[in-house]
């Protein structure tokens, strides 16, 4: 039996590179080192008292377009972003950023819920070919700030 892939660097690497994104959008927010159920990230507007959890769900195949999601029973993320890195391909081989742009997807806990399906097993996942207009979805920060209230 071959020995799976390991990819946890790239699931890290995923959860800093959206990080880094929204910082860069202004919209201050910190890594959850320890293991957090149902988030990666946190985002704050302290003058508001408000916060943001965001669960990161990372593909890393070249073109990979579904995300197994947590079960019901764990605690509820804010936000999503689906972080499609087209980092490897189908024999592990590192696709450099040059050949093939990573792709940040953010929706709210209620798109996820609206598109989400179902598999044979039980597990609930999401299908980006399948969200309607998801091009819209691309690196949108907006939805954070608005629901955060950043200016």
């Not at 959206?18 to 302290?46: F, H």
Request: hydrophobic share 30%; charged share 35%.
């Amino acid at each position: 039996m071959k020995k799976k892939f390991n990819t946890k660097l790239f699931s890290e690497g995923a959860e800093f590179l959206v990080l880094s994104k929204l910082l860069l959008a202004r919209i201050e927010t910190y890594k959850a080192y320890e293991n957090q159920e149902g988030y990666d990230l946190i985002s704050i507007n302290a003058k508001k008292n408000l916060s943001a959890k965001i669960q990161v769900k990372s593909k890393n195949f070249r073109g990979d377009s579904s995300f197994y999601l947590n079960k019901d029973n764990k605690t509820k993320s804010d936000f999503y972003v689906f972080a499609q890195t087209n980092s490897l391909t189908r024999d592990y081989r590192v696709i450099p950023d040059s050949e093939s742009k990573p792709n940040l997807y953010i929706l709210d806990s209620y798109e996820v819920n609206k598109y989400k399906k179902i598999d044979k097993k039980g597990t609930p996942y999401l299908l980006l070919s399948s969200l309607p207009d998801k091009e819209r979805h691309i690196e949108d920060w907006s939805k954070i700030r608005k629901f955060l209230k950043v200016k």
